[in-house]
């Protein structure tokens, strides 16, 4: 009986023993499942939403160059406006009286050249056609103070005196066509450099307006 009873609670215990470990085994594989499927579900969702997170897509936009259409506008206007500025600038030594006038045709072409050279950079960046250079400057007269080709052929046949008073006031329509255009890239553009080169035309050029008024003896 005691031989019995010692048989049958061996065998209980066995038998509660293996369902024990079966409890374990399958806490265990629902531990890891739920492991895999959380660590995996979190990477899975940590992958998906990296680039909508915020700092992915600053990144983002900064390697694309965050910008707008008021920024693409206003690349595609300064650069025939900047254009037609250089090749008045460019008429000055050969036809200018006043050493004056030549030094600021000079400092317009220095700080133009290479601001064409970075607006036409930005276009390429973000897929965009940089404008043909020619005909389209010319037509695009009313745009920002931009000259006709009647006004450009004046100039190229004026000298002394006479291209010092017409480049000097054809310039200063022309420079604050370009101020009005800077502002509006400030107050609409959304790529932080064009917004500080909008910036700076706006203060440069502002300086030369002054500056021609006054050679003008309108200052």
Same mark, same amino acid.
């Given at each position: ?5 010692s048989l049958m609670h061996r065998t209980a215990v066995v038998a509660a023993a293996g369902t024990t470990a079966l409890v374990l085994? =399958?806490? %265990? ?9 959380? !660590? @995996?579900?979190?990477?899975?969702? =940590?992958s998906s939403s990296a680039p909508s997170s915020p700092s992915a897509s600053a990144s983002a936009s900064a390697a694309q160059g ?10 595609? %206007? ?20 006043? &050493? ?33 250079? @020619?005909?389209?400057? !010319?037509?695009?007269?009313?745009? %920002?103070?931009?000259?006709?080709? *009647? ?23 022309? !420079? *604050? ?16 450099? &064009? ?25």
């Open positions: 009986m005691i031989r019995k009873r085994a =399958a806490c %265990g594989g629902s531990g890891d499942d739920d492991g895999s499927a959380g !660590h @995996g579900g979190h990477a899975a969702t =940590a965050q910008h707008n259409a008021a920024d693409v506008a206003f690349a595609k %206007g300064m650069i025939p406006h900047h254009r037609q500025a250089v090749e008045m600038a460019d008429l000055a030594p050969g036809r200018a009286r006043s &050493a004056e006038v030549k030094k600021l045709a000079a400092d317009i072409k220095k700080a133009q050249d290479p601001e064409i050279r970075t607006l036409s950079g930005w276009l390429t960046s973000w897929g965009e056609d940089v404008p043909a250079e @020619g005909a389209m400057d !010319h037509s695009a007269h009313g745009m %920002g103070g931009m000259m006709t080709a *009647e006004e450009m052929t004046g100039l190229e046949n004026a000298s002394g005196t006479a291209f010092d008073t017409a480049f000097t006031e054809l310039m200063i329509k022309h !420079h *604050e066509g370009a101020v009005e255009m800077a502002r509006t890239e400030q107050a609409d553009g959304a790529h932080g450099p &064009a917004k500080k080169m909008a910036g700076e035309i706006i203060d440069s050029q502002s300086a030369e307006i002054e500056q021609m008024n006054a050679l003008l003896g309108k200052g």
